[in-house]
């Protein structure tokens, strides 16, 4: 079994920062690629950044040149640096990992989501 649990969403200004983790536990032999998705009320889930377990990044044209993705696979944990946050980034943030478990199965896993706020 494996878990991903994310932390660091919050309320926050226009114009600042936040910082997301996303930590995954269980039964992990390896993790493929990381990736972050968001969903605003009433709108469909979206993919934010992508990683690569070589650490190749890719982003949605909406979060680029702002959103840094990054991961530390020592500590198997994925994070999303958000700068210059905008009202439109407000969403549920989730964590996403093709993980290959202690079986040598790859299973996507996603976590339960974190709450950002972007609001004066």
């Known amino acids: 079994q494996v878990q991903l649990v994310e932390s660091g969403g919050g309320l926050v200004q226009p114009g600042g920062s936040l910082r997301l983790s996303c930590a995954a536990s269980?039964?992990?032999?390896?993790?493929?690629?990381m990736a972050w998705y968001r969903q605003a009320p009433g709108k469909e889930r979206e993919s934010v950044a992508r990683i690569t377990s070589g650490g190749s990044t890719s982003y949605a044209d909406s979060v680029k040149g702002r959103f840094t993705i990054s991961r530390d696979n020592a500590k198997n944990t994925l994070y999303l640096q958000m700068n210059s946050l905008e009202p439109e980034d407000t969403a549920v943030y989730y964590c996403?990992?093709?993980?290959?478990?202690?079986?040598?199965?790859?299973?996507?896993?996603w976590g339960r989501g974190t709450q950002v706020t972007v609001s004066s």
């Open positions: 269980g039964s992990i032999f390896s993790i493929n690629d």
């Open positions: 996403n990992a093709l993980v290959v478990t202690t079986a040598r199965s790859q299973i996507p896993c």
